[in-house]
């Protein structure tokens, strides 16, 4: 099967996230004392990460401009805020304090590199906004409250030349 590249990329992406999880929970003794929990309490948090990664997946198919350098950024800027947004699905839903805090890095470090990839091309940068340390899960915030002092980051926001 010939997968087109932009696609790899995001296997690959997503590959490499379930593997750290899955040794992340296996070195968790906490995990192992708790049972299961039953599929409808991961609903919210399954249509919150499907949610980001058709945004992301749809927001990386761009029509090439020719110039590499942009086109590059122009993918990859949506690839890693889908990261930033199910990073903060976690920090919604998850319980595991080891994987809260990769989740927390994942958007630390996701952020840092948009900005320089923005910087790199000479692009503005939007306005600095504190990453969250915690995300309460949306039905519980109060109108306006949360997630409005993270910066938004729209891929499909267009780059000056």
């Not at 992340?24 to 708790?34: E, I, K, V």
């Not at 090439?64 to 950024?73: A, E, I, K, S, Y």
């Not at 919604?92 to 994942?106: F, M, V």
């Amino acid at each position: 099967m010939n997968v087109p590249p932009r696609k790899g990329l995001f296997q690959l992406a997503a590959t490499i996230f379930v593997i750290l999880s899955a040794s992340a929970l296996a070195d968790d003794p906490a995990s192992h004392q708790h049972a299961p929990a039953s599929p409808t309490d991961e609903t919210p948090f399954l249509a919150e990460n499907d949610a980001a990664m058709t945004k992301m997946m749809n927001n990386m198919a761009v029509r090439p401009t020719g110039d590499v350098n942009r086109d590059f950024v122009e993918m990859m800027i949506p690839h890693h805020q889908g990261a930033i947004d199910m990073a903060q699905a976690y920090l919604r839903y998850g319980s595991n304090e080891q994987l809260k805090r990769i989740a927390q890095e994942i958007i630390v470090d996701q952020q840092q590199e948009i900005a320089a990839m923005r910087l790199s091309l000479g692009d503005p940068l939007p306005p600095s906004a504190p990453a969250p340390t915690q995300v309460s899960p949306q039905n519980s915030l109060p109108s306006g409250a949360g997630m409005s002092m993270m910066p938004t980051m729209d891929p499909n926001m267009k780059m000056g030349n």
